[in-house]
C-alpha cells in the first residue's frame, strides 16, 4: 500500500505533464492525516494535493469521488472550499457516514436515489459539468471506485458494467477534453471479481 501511495502522487506528477494519468492502485479515501479507515492506511489523495501544490503550484483541486462509500478521508483533510471542491456521489446508508467529513462536501449526492444507469449518468455529467463551470479547478482528482457495481457485497448498489464504463467516460471527457483540467485516477474500491475486467474495458 505504501508503494500504491507513491504510485498515486507519481501519477499526478505525468497528469500535471501529459494532461491524465492512471494509478492502478491508490485511492485509500477513508484515510486522512490524522489516521486510516476501512482498508486504507496512507491518505493518498492528501499526499498528492499536498505535493502538487508545494512543488508544481496547483491552487485549486476538484476531488471527484464516485466509490459507493464517502471519502470521509480526504473529506476531513480538505477544510478549505474556496480550494477543495469535493464531488462526492456514495450510498449514505453505509459505512462511514462521516458528518463532519460530509460538511466539506461540495457537490453531495445520494447514490441510493439515483441508482441505476439511466438516472444516475445523466445526473452525474450535469452536475460534474455545473461543478466545472462554478469553481474552475487546476487540477482533477478521480476516485473511481467500482464498488457501486451490481452485485457488490458491500457497495449495495446497481450501477451495470457498461455503466462503469460510461462513468469513466463522462468524468475523463468533461475534464481533459471540454475543460482542458487535468486528470489522475485512482482505483479505489471494489470487491468482485469481474470488478478487473470492467475496469481494463474502461482504461
Not at 146 to 153: I, K, N, S
Not at 170 to 175: A, D, G, N, W, Y
Amino acid at each position: 500500500m505504501a508503494k500504491a501511495t507513491r504510485g498515486s502522487v507519481d501519477a499526478a506528477c505525468i497528469a500535471r505533464k501529459k494532461g491524465w494519468a492512471i494509478n492502478l492502485s491508490g485511492g485509500y479515501h477513508h484515510a486522512s492525516r490524522s489516521r486510516g479507515g476501512g482498508f486504507c492506511v496512507y491518505p493518498d489523495i492528501t499526499f498528492v494535493t499536498h505535493y502538487m501544490e508545494k512543488w508544481h503550484g496547483v491552487k485549486r483541486f476538484m476531488i471527484i469521488d464516485l466509490d459507493a462509500h464517502q471519502g470521509d478521508g480526504h473529506g476531513r483533510d480538505h477544510t478549505d472550499k474556496a480550494r477543495f471542491h469535493i464531488f462526492d456521489a456514495y450510498n449514505h446508508d453505509i459505512y462511514p457516514g462521516d458528518m463532519q467529513a460530509r460538511r466539506n462536501i461540495s457537490t453531495d449526492i445520494n447514490f441510493v436515489d439515483v441508482n441505476q444507469d439511466d438516472i444516475f449518468l445523466p445526473l452525474l455529467e450535469e452536475k460534474l459539468n455545473k461543478a466545472f463551470m462554478d469553481f474552475s479547478p487546476d487540477f482533477v482528482i478521480y476516485n473511481a471506485g467500482t464498488d457501486c457495481m451490481a452485485g457488490d457485497p458491500l457497495g449495495q448498489l446497481n450501477i451495470s458494467e457498461m455503466g462503469i464504463i460510461k462513468r469513466d467516460e463522462i468524468v475523463f471527457r468533461l475534464s481533459y477534453e471540454v475543460w482542458r483540467v487535468p486528470i489522475v485516477m485512482l482505483m479505489s474500491g471494489g470487491y468482485q471479481m469481474t470488478n478487473a475486467p470492467v475496469i481494463a474495458a474502461s482504461i
